[in-house]
Structure formats: C-alpha cells, structure tokens
Nanobody, 128 residues
Framework: QVRVVESGGGLVQAGGSLRLSCAAS????????VGWFRQVPGNEREFVAA????????YYADSVKGRFDISGDGDKNTVFLQMNNLSPEDTAVYYC?????????????????????WGQGTQVTVSS
C-alpha cells in the first residue's frame, strides 16, 4: 500500500504561483504514476496533471497547460505541481493520487478510478 500526503496549498493572488508537494511512503516501488486532481464543492473531481514512472510521461488538462508543471524527485519519493499564473478558477481542493497500474494510453491516467491511493487534499484559494 502506498500512502500519499499533499502539502503546499494556501491563499495567493491572481497571477501568483504555488508549488504543491505529494510525498509518498510505503510500497513506493509499486507506483506506476502519480496524478493531481482538484475538486470544487458540488462538482466532480477534475483531472489536473499526471506523471508516469516509466518514461516520465506527463499529461495535463487543457485548462492548465502552459501554466502548471508536474515533476518528480525519485530519491525523495515526492511529486511536485508547480502552478503559475493562477486564476480564481483554479481555486479548489487539490488531491494527489497514486496508482500501481501501467497503461499504454495516457488517457487512463486522467480518470480518478485509475488511482488506488489518495491523499486528504490541500486547499488552494486564488483571490482576484
């Protein structure tokens, strides 16, 4: 079992930046990919970005392409989400998730049911 814990959320003004961290522990060698999702109350959990262990492939939601960057530090079992040029529409609880499943198609990493380990979430609030 892999456990993930998010950190780095907070309040920022529009146009600002934040970096979220996702620290993994446990059987981290089984992790095939880590994804970031976000959720606003009343809405479904929305895909943000994903990073695969094999090949280091990255995937982004269209809404964050060019503004967000996902990266990993394998030595520390940590995945980062650098968020730049934030807007109020980015306000949400951000969740980190890990999966042990390898898929040949990147779209599988964009759906929540692919992931079997979830963190508690970290709040990101962007003021206008």
């Amino acid at each position: 079992q892999v456990r993930v814990v998010e950190s780095g959320g907070g309040l920022v003004q529009a146009g600002g930046s934040l970096r979220l961290s996702c620290a993994a522990s446990g059987r981290t060698f089984t992790t095939a990919a880590v994804g970031w999702f976000r959720q606003v109350p009343g809405n479904e959990r929305e895909f943000v970005a994903a990073l695969t262990r094999r090949g280091g492939n990255t995937y982004y939601a269209d809404s964050v392409k060019g503004r967000f960057d996902i990266s990993g530090d394998g030595d520390k079992n940590t995945v980062f989400l650098q968020m730049n040029n934030l807007s109020p529409e980015d306000t949400a609880v951000y969740y980190c998730a890990a999966t042990s499943l390898n898929y040949p198609v990147g779209s599988y990493y964009q759906t929540p049911r692919t992931y079997n380990s979830w963190g508690q979430g970290t709040q990101v609030t962007v003021s206008s």
